[in-house]
């Protein structure tokens, strides 16, 4: 029993950690946040449980970016933008996708599109006042 409660103490604290930001950090960044708190937990039990989280609808990935999976708490359709230089994730949130390109997809392909993930790529601000 104790050990479950445990369990779910971990569950929650990841979670708990990836609603708190909006940096759509790696499975390795939410690992360094909860270690101190957390000595036992391990970085395969935070890889365990975003999958699951994944799975179960309460975060969404955004992608692999340089490598490393990024996720995202923000569960509502929203528009990314990634930074190649620094591998930021940025939310644009009041940007949704148009009504026009839904369909035309659903044209060419002749099916009907249920869900779209759009995410743009460039040089984020920060990076762009540095060059
Ligand atoms: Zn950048
Ligand atoms: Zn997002």
């Not at 569950?11 to 950690?17: D, F, G, P, S, T």
């Not at 909006?22 to 101190?36: C, D, G, S």
């Not at 659903?106 to 060059?131: H, V």
Request: proline share 4%; with cysteine; hydrophobic share 30%.
């Amino acid at each position: 029993m104790e050990h479950k409660a445990k369990h779910f103490k971990k569950r929650e604290a990841i979670l708990n950690c990836l609603r708190s930001t909006n940096t759509h950090p790696t499975a390795e960044w939410v690992y360094a946040q909860l270690k101190a708190e957390y000595p036992d937990i391990s970085l395969g039990t935070v890889y365990r449980n975003l999958a699951l989280f994944k799975e179960q609808g309460l975060v969404i990935s955004v992608g692999t970016v340089n490598g490393a999976e990024r996720f995202d708490a923000d569960t509502e359709p929203h528009v990314h933008f990634i930074c190649h230089r620094c591998n930021s994730v940025h939310d644009l949130p009041g940007m949704i996708v148009p009504e026009s390109l839904t369909s035309e997809v659903d044209r060419y392909i002749g099916g009907r599109t249920e869900s779209c993930s759009l995410s743009f790529t460039g040089t984020c601000r920060e990076c762009l006042s540095r060059t």
